[in-house]
């Protein structure tokens, strides 16, 4: 079974979607790129922000509401599992407890709740003001790699359409990215074009403990290198880096074929889209760990199994003691 996708956001992303699949769709360097949104200045952050923020993947679709106040956030979601797929072609999709991820900024702690058992796992989360100076620090491609000449070009064009539209009281920005991969003398890479069609507003939404994140929905690492690539990059960029959150996101894929036309893959688009946004205080126990929970090493989140699944399990046990009595 595959499992939600993560992450616009995921990381997290927009999680455990945060924190999702991405990786295995995109190729490395490309989110990198196209969430490069580097913050310059936005409005201050509201006393408090719900939002609920909706994604599809392809043919897949997930929601998460996301708490913000005070340099904390929390994130509610349910993983979702693909099985097959069912004879009327539909997906047959399972999901999980309902779960609560927390972050303190100020604790350098994180908290996963399963809001269904009552239970939580919780780690260090320590990202210092050094760290977020070593972050910044860092090119956004790396130089490491093999020595001679580029052999990919990554050409990432920013431009503002100028259109503008209200957005719960907002003013939204039209913002269309291109990020146009060309394979030069000796590259491996297949030429590949990603359009980015986005609406920003200027909301701050990151928080102090995460120097890598964006001002967007999703967090994502815009200086993460291509695991085990033998490449070297070209970067050149056109445009004003986008400041804002995204409230209205699209991806589409273009491939480029041997004979130079372009087609878009299809299936391959990404959408989110805000569809809650609300600006008041919140309750400061929304950020905490109810005294109720039980601490565990690990949540469960997964579904509840089906018949065939506790079927199998117990047939497995069963299987296992006979062995043992035997022998």
Known sequence: MIKRLINAGGAEAIRPASTFLLLLIFPPLIPALLLSNVPLETAPRAAGIIMTVQYEY???????????QDDH????????????????GTADVRYGPRVASITRCDLGQKFDLNL?????????????????AESAAQPLIPQAGPPGPPTVRIEVTRFDTGERKNFFGHVARHVITTTKQTRLAGSNFQPLEFVSDGWYIDVETRLSCEPWATSGIGLHDRRMPPRGSTEKYDLVEKGVPESGLEVEWTLHRILTEPDGTKKELVGSSNETKITQFVERALDPALFEVPSSYRRVQTIDRNPPMTLTEAWDTTRIWLKGMTDRLIH
């Open 58 to 68: 392809g043919e897949r679709n997930s929601e998460e509401v996301i708490y913000l």
């Open 73 to 88: 956030r929390r994130k509610e979601y349910r993983d979702e599992y693909y099985g097959t797929t069912r004879a009327d």
């Open 116 to 132: 269904e058992d009552r239970q939580y796992e919780a780690w260090p989360y320590t990202q210092t003001a050094m760290a977020k």
